[in-house]
């Protein structure tokens, strides 16, 4: 990250953030680009999933902004493409309200999820809140320095007993959430709010996805022990 993005992020500002739009209708194209830039944010606008995705190989941005009705593939699958190479985060911005899309969305490393017709105030009050968190993870050194568990915010790199363990970006931010209180236990909704960085109000079966795919990857499910009725907690497993 650029040493320019790195001090708009600590003012905790959006002036000057880059976002890569990618939105096939002109017309939401157009009021969307017009309101991000007279908030002070810089807009590139591309029509196509492949256009999102090829954006990455020769430049960067701070926020996307994923359509998911595109005329070449589904929003969904471009997200998942960029979420292979960049931690940038994503949101979701589609007609398609369902749960399942959004719970697709967010499993698939989407960092939120906003439904058509949307205000621009909430727009603008999503991607501060995402990129608030870019900075939370700019200004944090290690997480977690366990006896075996190692969590290295910085470079979003786990180890376990010195092996790398891949996580997707959420997933990431998750057991870096929960492993910087070991034996703390976390209500469901504020691991949402905090994880997420959104209030939510709906199911909470997308949590339940993404902890039972970190402890799969951690080998055992004793490193996130579930507390009935409230939450979870971390607690390191002894060889």
Sequence with gaps: MSLLRVNWL??????GVKVLLVEDDQSIADSVSASLTTAGMVVEHVATGKASIDYFVDDICDVVLMDLGLPDMDGLDAAKKIRETSSVPIIIVSA???ELD???????G????????????????RIRAVTRRASDHVATK???LLKRLHVDEPTHIV?????EIEFTAKEFDLLSFLASEP??????????EHVWDTPWYGTTKTLDAHIASIR????????IQSVRGVGFKFVEVEL
């Excluded at 799969?216 to 490193?223: A, C, E, R, V």
């Design 10 to 15: 600590e003012r905790g500002t959006i002036e």
């Design 96 to 98: 398609r309200g369902d």
């Design 102 to 108: 959004r719970i697709l969305g967010l499993e698939l």
């Design 110 to 125: 989407a960092d939120d999820y906003v439904v058509k017709p949307f205000s621009q105030r909430e727009l603008l009050a």
């Design 142 to 144: 290690d997480v977690s």
């Design 159 to 163: 180890t376990l007993d010195g092996n």
């Design 183 to 192: 034996g703390v236990v976390f209500r469901r909704n504020d691991i949402l």
């Design 216 to 223: 799969k990857k951690l080998g055992s499910p004793d490193w």
